[in-house]
């Protein structure tokens, strides 16, 4: 149906007279030559034979009755396996149409699929307001009639009815639109919450669904409940003008949930300012708090951050691991030789500064305290300064920062050190002040054990120097800096074997002798993923452990080029992508992660090189 699609289209050009055959068969020939696959309808495009405009119009004057999924497919907006996916819920979900089904799982963008029908194929895409939509023009049929066919009637222009379609490929809507409108109307495109929010207002006017203070109290209860449910790590409330977009960040991924009415937000919003224990009537500033959840029988607590916005406030709820959910040491994802040498040399060590680095979201804090539940016996003193504290933790003496009773993080690593502790961990360094502690604290023979926010391990040394830390005090204190990623790994039930493309190896900088006998694999998605093909993260890791090179190289103030190369080549340092890497040719994760997450510094040695210096 592809190439049928194609050639259609094609033949609209030529009968256009935008395109002619001569240019068709120079088109293929550039197509057959080309290493990774493109439609010809894109090769005709980069050769400049038509435009996105053309093919608009060319589309516009003829009839045409083009599946979508077959158009998404043509477009490139989507794979073949996330379309067989869809498809496959629709079989399960027949009332639900096609787009609202991609839409919801994520395989495309509500913007991609609107672009593809307003832009590509002609139809002309509206976000109307009540006041725009004609009372004579919409009594001609009843809310739920429309709500079942997903339309709605705006106004008339140029005497002809314009109606809004929430899927204008869809046969049944079409018909039903004929029946009530005639067959002469103008066809829009809008989306679906749009459609249904208006026709929500239409039904029970200011009163949606007659939300009052129990039902909200039971969403809110309902949102935390099923985010827990599902494995989230976070949860997106999102206001908008149309809508309370829920999303959930699940192994990396936002993912969505629901859409409320707009009118839930006000309610909404209070409520969980009243559980996180914030100023209720602030409404023009950001807020934080905490709150604690009850849900079968477990404690959660969930850290909550309120951030204004123009159609209101933006909450993001973190829920926080409990302490019996703090991971080994064994089990973060560290190579065995590498958490070997990690133990050994860093955290086995009596003093020093141990730096874990990466971005947010990386899964720095987890591996901080895994590296504390290793280090904690009843003889060893520990003491914390974290904003906030995320984990409680038995044994520990912990402290939160709270910035508005003037508990900062200076004033606190003023006092930390007099508490007579043997490890002090530091939740991030945030400024010279908190560098020059940690430095100093290891000078007089403690441990300090901190996060810090870098690319990779090499820049955590520079950053630090850039912090005004003087170079003998980097190198003569930081005994390891451990850079880290998190990316998602396939999932186990629909994995299956990929073949590397002409394109990875060429990002990879690999050749087919360097790969040798490994075998990449990718989930084709599936119910047990969410048709993701993932399920589960796994953390890839950069571990440099500072020996008399890389100190003597920072001591020179090398460039982190040439302190990268001394660490390679004298500490056995492994790249975060060679990490991922070897992950990816184990069956664990992907190359996509690989390009998604992961920084490429300098070239990866071949895959038998990098099993042997893991140790596996």
Not at 112 to 126: E, H, N, R
Not at 353 to 359: A, D, F, K
Not at 573 to 585: F, P
Request: aromatic share 8%.
């Amino acid at each position: 149906m592809k190439n049928d699609i194609a050639d259609q289209i094609i033949t609209y050009l030529i009968e256009d007279k935008l395109l002619v055959d001569k240019q068709i068969q120079h088109a293929k020939k550039v197509q057959s030559k080309i290493v990774s696959p493109k439609s010809i309808l894109d090769v005709i495009k980069d050769l400049n034979y038509v435009t996105d405009e053309q093919i608009k119009k060319a589309l516009t004057n003829h009839k045409h009755s083009f599946r979508i999924g077959d158009l998404l497919l043509e477009f490139g907006y989507l794979t073949k396996e996330k379309l067989e996916a869809a498809l496959e819920i629709k079989e399960k979900e027949k009332k639900k149409k096609l787009g609202e089904i991609l839409i919801e799982q994520k395989f495309i963008t509500e913007d991609a699929f609107l672009d593809l029908l307003s832009i590509q194929l002609g139809f002309p895409y509206v976000d109307p307001d009540i006041q725009e939509i004609d009372k004579n023009l919409i009594s001609k049929a009843n809310i739920k009639w429309y709500r079942h066919h997903s339309i709605l009637p705006l106004n008339y222009q140029d005497d002809k009815p314009l109606i809004a379609f929430a899927d204008p490929f869809s046969t049944e809507s079409n018909k039903a639109a004929s029946e009530v409108f005639g067959s002469d109307f103008l066809t829009a495109v809008s989306p679906y919450n749009t459609i249904f929010s208006l026709l929500n207002k239409l039904e029970y006017g200011s009163k949606t669904k007659a939300l009052d203070e129990n039902s909200v109290l039971d969403i809110v209860d309902s949102i935390i409940q099923n985010a827990i449910l599902q494995e989230a790590s976070d949860i997106h409330c999102e206001p908008f003008k149309n809508k309370l977009q829920v999303r959930f960040r699940k192994d990396g991924i936002l993912v969505h949930y629901k859409d409320y009415p707009v009118e839930i937000i006000p309610m909404l919003t209070s409520r969980i300012k009243v559980m996180s224990k914030v100023n209720i009537a602030e409404k023009r500033m950001h807020q934080g708090g905490r709150l604690t959840f009850d849900f079968n029988g477990s404690g959660y607590d969930l850290r909550v951050s309120f951030y204004v916005s123009v159609f209101g406030e933006k909450i993001v709820l973190r829920i926080l691991n409990a302490v019996n959910q703090i991971l080994p040491i064994k089990h973060i994802g560290m190579p065995p030789k590498m958490r070997k040498r990690f133990l050994q040399d860093a955290l086995d060590t009596p003093s020093g500064v141990i730096l874990v680095t990466g971005p947010t979201g990386s899964g720095k804090t987890t591996t901080v305290y895994s590296c504390i539940k290793h280090i904690q016996k009843p003889e060893i003193s520990i003491i914390t300064a974290e904003e906030p504290v995320e984990y409680v933790m038995k044994d520990i003496i912990q402290c939160s920062i709270d910035p508005n009773i003037n508990l900062t993080y200076k004033e606190t690593l003023r006092h930390i050190v007099r508490q007579d502790p043997d490890v002090i961990v530091i939740g991030e360094i945030r400024d010279t002040y908190s560098a020059d502690v940690a430095v100093h604290a290891a000078l007089t023979g403690h441990k300090v054990l901190t996060s810090f926010h870098t690319e990779d391990s090499i820049g955590g040394l520079i950053r630090l120097m850039n912090m005004e830390i003087d170079a003998f005090l980097v190198s003569s204190t930081v005994v390891c800096v451990l850079a880290q990623r998190l990316l998602r790994k396939v999932c186990d039930k629909c994995a299956q074997p990929y073949h590397l493309t002409p394109e990875d190896f060429a990002r990879l900088e690999y050749t087919p002798e360097d790969i040798g006998k490994y075998q990449f694999v990718k989930g084709k998605g599936c119910s047990k993923c969410g048709y993701s093909g993932y399920k589960g993260r796994i953390a890839i890791f950069e571990m440099l452990i500072l020996n008399e090179f890389v100190r003597d190289a920072i001591l020179n103030k090398k460039s982190s080029f040439e302190i990268r190369t001394i660490s390679i080549e004298t500490s056995g340092m492994l790249t975060l992508l060679e990490d991922a890497i070897h992950k990816a040719a184990s069956g664990i994760t992907t190359v996509q992660e690989i390009f998604r997450c992961v920084p490429k510094l300098i070239k990866p040695r071949s895959i038998r090189e990098i099993t042997r210096l893991q140790g596996n």
